[in-house]
């Protein structure tokens, strides 16, 4: 089994996403980045198995419309978090990306790890970003 780190990185996880005001996530009104490998990052991103399910609905931080199930579910692959919804801010609008998370998945060959164990710890970590 893969080990996760104690503190999980966030990517993607936008200080828009919170119901109360955070002062260190990112806002999603930053300027679009063109990031050529941009898609399979994406890709990455969906193929990891998400840790913590919650069903509900949310909306598109940037374009107010779109509906988004499980957005606010978190996925890690034992190093990063990011939410659901998250997956497609970044897809969708081509909003900057974390560079040490690129390097990562980049360092990884854009291959999720299969064995990311959901533990009492791990779970922790997760609770964290809520």
């Known amino acids: 089994m893969m080990d ?26 930053q300027q679009p980045l ?21 069903l509900d609905v949310t909306v598109d931080l940037v374009d107010g419309t779109t509906k988004i199930r499980s957005g606010s579910s978190l996925v890690t692959d034992g190093v990063w978090v990011w939410r659901t919804d998250s997956i497609r801010h970044l897809a969708a609008h081509g909003l900057p990306i974390d560079p040490d998370f690129l390097e990562h998945v980049r360092a990884r060959d854009y291959r999720t790890p299969k064995d990311v164990e959901v533990t009492d710890e791990l779970e ?7």
């Open 34 to 54: 063109g990031i050529a490998d941009r898609a399979r990052v994406v890709d990455y991103m969906r193929a990891v198995t998400p840790a913590f399910d919650v």
């Open 124 to 130: 922790d970590a997760l609770l964290r970003y809520y």
């Open 4 to 29: 996760f780190v104690a503190e999980l990185r966030p990517v993607g996880i936008y200080a828009e996403s919170y119901a109360r005001p955070r002062p260190d996530p990112p806002s999603v009104r």
